[in-house]
């Protein structure tokens, strides 16, 4: 079973940058889909963006003009550059691999 491992969150002020990445334990990377989710408490878990296998991209509203999505399959990880970052993006960002394998979760905090 593929296990996923997040790393890079932290406190970071109002319109700063953070980049966060997951590592997947096995290859199994290239075949599929791989996303990014966050969760605040008491909110539904929301999709913050995806990449397909061949490195197409997708993103939510919220994070369009300042989120990026990027992957590199031979090094089976998948990263979020999060740029001018503001306190409504403070959650528990979650790696996924489609369609049902998480990651354990990273705190991302921005402080006003």
């Known amino acids: 079973q593929v296990q996923l491992l997040e790393s890079g969150g932290g406190l970071v002020q109002a319109g700063g940058s953070l980049r966060l990445s997951c590592v997947a334990s096995r290859s199994i990377f290239g075949l599929r889909t791989m996303a990014w989710y966050r969760q605040t408490p008491g909110k539904e878990r929301e999709l913050v963006a995806t990449?397909?296998?061949?490195?197409?991209?997708n993103y939510a509203d919220s994070t369009k003009a300042r989120f990026t999505i990027s992957r590199d399959n031979a090094k089976n990880t998948v990263a979020l550059q999060m740029n001018n970052l503001q306190p409504e993006d403070t959650a528990v960002y979650y790696c996924?691999?489609?369609?049902?394998?998480w990651g354990q979760g990273t705190q991302v905090t921005v402080s006003s």
């Open positions: 996924k691999l489609e369609p049902f394998t």
């Open positions: 990449i397909t296998q061949s490195g197409v991209p």
